[in-house]
Nanobody, 118 residues
Framework: QVQLVESGGGLVQAGESLRLSCAAS????????MGWYRQAPGKQRELVAT???????YYTSSVKGRFTISRDNAKNTVNLQMNSLKPEDTAVYYCKAVTIEGRTNDYWGQGTQVTVSS
């Protein structure tokens, strides 16, 4: 089992930055993949970025060059640094953990709201 708690959301203006954090209830060394997803009103949840236990990263094309995902193993957190924010980045951002222990298990946080005004 993994419990995830997101923090760091808020209201910012276009061009500004925010840093989201996802705190896990256990060592993230044992979590195979952690990632950030987002869901805007009326839209499906979409993948934003992922990072594996080995540090490999993936970004959806719309955030490449603006967002950076990182792991802090000492604090058991995964962070998402979001720069040059745009109004279209407005969404609820969710943290996800995937463990592969015989079978694949997905765990989600409760989400944090990010609102970018123009």
């Amino acid at each position: 089992q993994v419990q995830l708690v997101e923090s760091g959301g808020g209201l910012v203006q276009a061009g500004e930055s925010l840093r989201l954090s996802c705190a896990a209830s256990r060592s993230i060394d044992s979590i195979d993949v952690m990632g950030w997803y987002r869901q805007a009103p009326g839209k499906q949840r979409e993948l934003v970025a992922t990072i594996t236990s080995r540090g490999s990263t993936y970004y959806t094309s719309s955030v490449k060059g603006r967002f950076t995902i990182s792991r802090d193993n000492a604090k058991n957190t995964v962070n998402l640094q979001m720069n040059s924010l745009k109004p279209e980045d407005t969404a609820v951002y969710y943290c996800k953990a995937v463990t592969i222990e015989g079978r694949t298990n997905d765990y989600w946080g409760q989400g944090t709201q990010v609102t970018v005004s123009s």
